[in-house]
Nanobody, 116 residues
Framework: QVRLVESGGDLVQAGGSLRLTCAAA????????MAWYRQAPGKQRELVAS???????NYGESVKGRFTISRDNGKNLVYLQMNDLKVGDTAVYYC??????????WGQGTQVTVSS
């Protein structure tokens, strides 16, 4: 069972940058797929970015070119570098880890608020 803890959420002005960190514990090796999702009030949770253990990445259309996901497998850390933040990026950001259908988990989330 993998335990995930997010950190780095904050209040930031539009156009600014923020870096989120997800720390994973309980895995013997690199988690197959790590991802960041977000959920704004009244909206469905959506994929922000994902990265596999071999570095394959995928991004949501609304963040392409602005956000970058990366990971440090040795330290079991996953990052989300968010640049050129927009008000629409305001949401709770959740880390997700997936090894298999019986080994997947969510973090508790970290709030990102972007002001105009």
């Amino acid at each position: 069972q993998v335990r995930l803890v997010e950190s780095g959420g904050d209040l930031v002005q539009a156009g600014g940058s923020l870096r989120l960190t997800c720390a994973a514990a309980g895995s013997r090796s690199s988690i197959f797929r790590m991802a960041w999702y977000r959920q704004a009030p009244g909206k469905q949770r959506e994929l922000v970015a994902s990265i596999t253990n071999v570095g394959m990445t995928n991004y949501g259309e609304s963040v392409k070119g602005r956000f970058t996901i990366s990971r440090d497998n040795g330290k079991n850390l996953v990052y989300l570098q968010m640049n050129d933040l927009k008000v629409g990026d305001t949401a709770v950001y959740y880390c997700h880890g997936w090894n298999s259908v019986v080994d997947a988990s969510w973090g508790q989330g970290t709030q990102v608020t972007v002001s105009s």
